[in-house]
């Protein structure tokens, strides 16, 4: 079986959303700053008027390594792209990428979310936009 | 107050073996490598008033050592700890907090003995936001940025296999090595691929051992009867996000770069002035970025710079002159390693020595560019 995140209450609502099929990005209501992961405070001038905004579920691919070996639960998986995805928001989330060919996975590639089911919880995904 | 060449390391040494040590557990290993620290430097454990190291508790290698200390430093910030160690100690040594530190670092990486198993808390941030993704650990997660690197500034993969092909070479010098036979491009090429574009030959060893520092003022190392003193001129430590995704760059690291930069400040000392360097080698990748990071060369000139033999035995910048952790030793926390060939390069011991090196730089990471500590070590001369 593949590991849920277990969230803290901090990240709980996140979390709560991802199982909704809904990608929401925190946001600092006093400077706009928007961030990742979830907290309780903002990064950038330490507001604890946190909110959580929908997310366009658009973004790019910023980085990735095609993993050819998996941990437990993953191993049958391999070759997969374990990305790192700069959503259009500004932050970066991990993900991994479905791609029907593994040459097709590039720095910069347009992607969009979709969410996968993992037990009774989701895990959030990327697809190329152009197959979306 | 001057920090700057105040303290003195005056003893260094390596665990008795490294490599595959199934009778040995990791806090073993931290005491083996104390002692033979602690008889190059002419003392004994009952001299040593402050001790500090990651892995094990410095309280529970006091006591195994039976030190009484009144000073303990536990930081544990991954592979550059020792960096830090050693900075902390710089500040505690001055300020009169205690005399004589001793730095330890002890891991049975390979044989597992004493260890607890690795892995990220369920509820850390990584555990929540990467786990789930089945990262197989620190080889996707640490060379990830890699692929940006090469978009953004051309590396070649053939470039990028010169990094091992080159800290070969000087492995090949070394009778400690664990990996000393010459391997090319193509043998880069042709390993396995573990998280593409990182092979094998990228990947660090897992090994068994250990390393232990003494430090104690400048002042005082010139009554010791031990080697030549080495002297910490500028130490400097940061530290930035809690997961990869968070990083601010993927083509560098901000850690580095301003934990370094403070370290050549502190040191006053040029570029030019520095005649050997240590890059923490977990992967292949860390010493390019750290040399831009740390302004040897600029923006995305790093791997032209290894490819060009400029780092390779001859070269003007001998980078990693043990083999590094790809192909001298690598037990989990390598920091400890890259200081110990730094201080045997200024003091001239080194079995790959280098002409005439008074200024050494040597730059640890810890997690994955999660953190980082930069020391500049040099000569009599230097101060």
């Known amino acids: 079986m593949k590991p849920v995140a277990q969230p803290t209450p901090d990240t709980q609502a996140w979390f709560d959303r991802i199982d909704q099929g809904s990608l929401t990005v925190p946001r600092c209501q006093d400077c706009d700053h928007r961030f990742l992961y979830p907290r309780m405070c903002c990064p950038a001038c330490g507001s604890r008027a946190v909110e959580l905004v929908q997310a366009s579920g658009r973004g790019v691919v910023d980085s990735f390594v095609v993993n050819h070996r998996g941990p437990q639960g993953f191993a049958e998986d391999a070759p997969y792209v374990l990305a790192l995805i700069r959503l259009e928001e500004g932050p970066r989330l991990m993900a991994h990428v479905q791609v029907e060919d593994l040459t097709s996975a590039r720095v910069d590639l347009p992607v969009v979310v979709t969410f996968t089911e993992r037990g009774d919880r989701r895990v959030v995904q990327f697809i190329p936009a152009e197959v979306a | ?383």
């Open chain 2, 1 to 383: 107050m001057g920090l700057r060449g105040a303290i003195a390391i005056v003893g260094a040494a390596e665990s008795t073996d490294l490599g595959k040590l199934p009778d040995m557990s990791a806090l073993q290993l931290h005491v083996d490598a104390a002692l033979n620290a602690l008889a190059d430097a002419g003392l004994k454990p009952s001299d040593v008033d402050g001790v500090a190291s990651a892995g094990e508790l410095p309280n529970d290698v006091a006591d195994y050592l039976g030190i009484v200390p009144e000073y303990l430093d536990a930081t544990n910030v991954g592979g550059c700890s020792y960096m830090l160690h050693v900075r902390h100690a710089m500040a505690a040594i001055t300020a009169g907090l205690c005399e004589t530190v001793l730095i330890t670092h002890g891991e049975s990486g390979r044989s597992r003995v004493g260890m607890q198993p690795w892995a990220p808390a369920p509820q850390s941030m990584m555990g929540q936001f990467e786990v789930p993704y089945g990262p197989v650990g620190a080889p996707s997660l640490f060379p990830i940025g890699v692929r940006r690197y090469m978009d953004t500034y051309g590396m070649t993969e053939e470039q990028f296999a010169m990094v091992p092909v080159v800290q070969r070479e000087w492995a090949a010098r070394n009778p400690r090595a664990k990996l000393r036979d010459p391997i090319t491009v193509e043998d880069v090429l042709s390993s396995p691929v573990i998280a593409d574009p990182i092979h094998l030959a990228h990947c660090c060893l897992v090994t068994d051992g250990g390393g232990a520092l003494v430090l104690t003022s400048a002042e005082r190392a010139k009554d010791l009867c031990s080697s030549a003193p080495v002297y910490v001129l500028g130490a400097g430590e940061s530290s930035e996000s809690s997961v990869v995704s968070g990083l601010a760059s993927l083509t560098s690291s901000r850690a580095i770069e301003r934990g370094g930069r403070a370290a050549l400040r502190q040191a006053e000392v040029a570029h030019d002035d520095v005649g050997h360097l240590m890059i923490y080698d977990a992967f292949a990748h860390v010493p390019l970025y750290g040399l831009e990071d740390l302004g040897f060369v600029g923006r995305g000139e790093a791997a032209a710079f290894v490819a060009e033999r400029n780092t390779a035995p001859g070269g003007r910048l001998p980078l990693n002159t043990n083999g590094g952790g790809l192909s001298y030793t690598h037990t989990g926390m390598y920091g400890m390693f890259a200081i110990q060939e730094s201080v045997r390069q200024v003091r001239g011991t080194a079995p790959a020595q280098v002409d005439g090196v008074d200024v050494s730089v040597v730059t640890g990471v810890g997690g994955m560019f999660m953190t980082s500590g930069s020391l500049v070590l040099g000569s009599a001369s230097t101060v």
